[in-house]
């Protein structure tokens, strides 16, 4: 767990690359302090250089995660897991095929499951027959949306099943063979569920998320804004770059803020080694 972090924290760093090794030295540590831990794992671009960096840390420094946990945070419905449109074959490709985890124990929502009702509740007991997730990873849509928990979704929502908007299923349409193959829903975490974890760390990069995470941080709690949930946690970190975090008002105070926190641990560092 980030030493101090008893709120929220915004750190703004130059640029995609670097805030992809933020998250991943971030992951990193917790898996050497707990080799056991539970992680929340997200699809999309913006975890991707993150990914890569973990990928590289188990090559070149053995970072081992052959007793790591993974629950990803959602899944198209129905879609078969082998195709390249899934989240699940997405989990595979960008990063569980390159490090040593059991594959067992990554969990991404099934999207074959007969009963993708069922499954959802199931899913939801997983996570707790696993201890909870320790680290939540996520992305931010342009709309402010987390997962796949649209505007309007309830703060208190669970794994659920959520109906895909028409635009969303249009936007998709390219990616498949036919019409009919498009999914026309997902298997989601809530935002109940995802403000369990005991730390989150929300992702954002690029200028077309100024907005979103502008209104996350510096708006009203409100369903309209689902990452404005975040406020109510009590450890998380957000990990922008600077274009991503170019709309913030408090932009300068933020990163003040951070250069102090880091000059005030290395003061106790110092103290202690002296000691
Ligand atoms: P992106 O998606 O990382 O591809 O921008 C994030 C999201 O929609 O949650």
């Not at 991707?48 to 995660?65: A, Q, S, V, W």
């Not at 499954?119 to 996570?127: G, L, S």
């Not at 342009?142 to 635009?167: C, D, M």
Request: proline residues 6%.
């Amino acid at each position: 767990m980030a030493r101090g972090l008893r709120s929220m924290e915004v750190i703004i760093l130059p640029d995609a690359e670097a805030v992809g090794k933020e998250a991943a030295r971030r992951i990193a540590e917790l898996i050497r302090r707990k080799p056991n831990c539970v992680l929340g794992l997200a699809t999309g671009s913006t975890p991707i250089p993150c990914y890569r960096e973990l990928i590289r840390m188990h090559k070149e420094e053995g970072l081992d995660f052959s007793h790591v946990t993974t629950f990803n945070l959602d899944e198209y419905y129905p879609i078969d897991p082998r195709h390249p449109q899934s989240y699940r074959y997405f989990m595979d490709e960008n990063l569980f095929n390159h490090i040593n985890i059991d594959k067992s124990r990554t969990f991404v929502p099934y999207g074959l499951a007969p009963d993708p009702y069922e499954h959802a509740e199931w899913y939801e007991e997983q996570i707790k027959k696993a201890g909870g997730i320790d680290l939540q990873i996520l992305g931010i849509g342009h709309n402010g949306h987390i997962a796949f928990n649209e505007p309007g979704s309830s703060l208190a929502s669970r794994t659920r099943v959520k109906t895909l908007t028409r635009e969303t299923i249009e936007a998709n349409a390219r990616f498949f063979d036919r019409p009919e193959d498009v999914p026309r829903y997902a298997i989601t975490m809530g935002i109940g569920t995802i403000l369990e974890a005991r730390e989150i760390i929300l992702l954002a990069t690029g200028e077309g998320k100024a907005d979103a995470v502008a209104k996350a941080i510096e708006g009203p709690v409100t369903t309209m804004c689902p990452a404005s949930a975040l406020q109510l946690h009590p450890r998380v970190t957000f990990i922008l770059d600077e274009a991503a975090a170019s709309k913030l008002q408090r932009k300068d105070y933020y990163k003040y803020v951070h250069e102090m926190a880091e000059a005030l641990k290395k003061q106790i560092l110092e103290a202690r080694m002296r000691a």
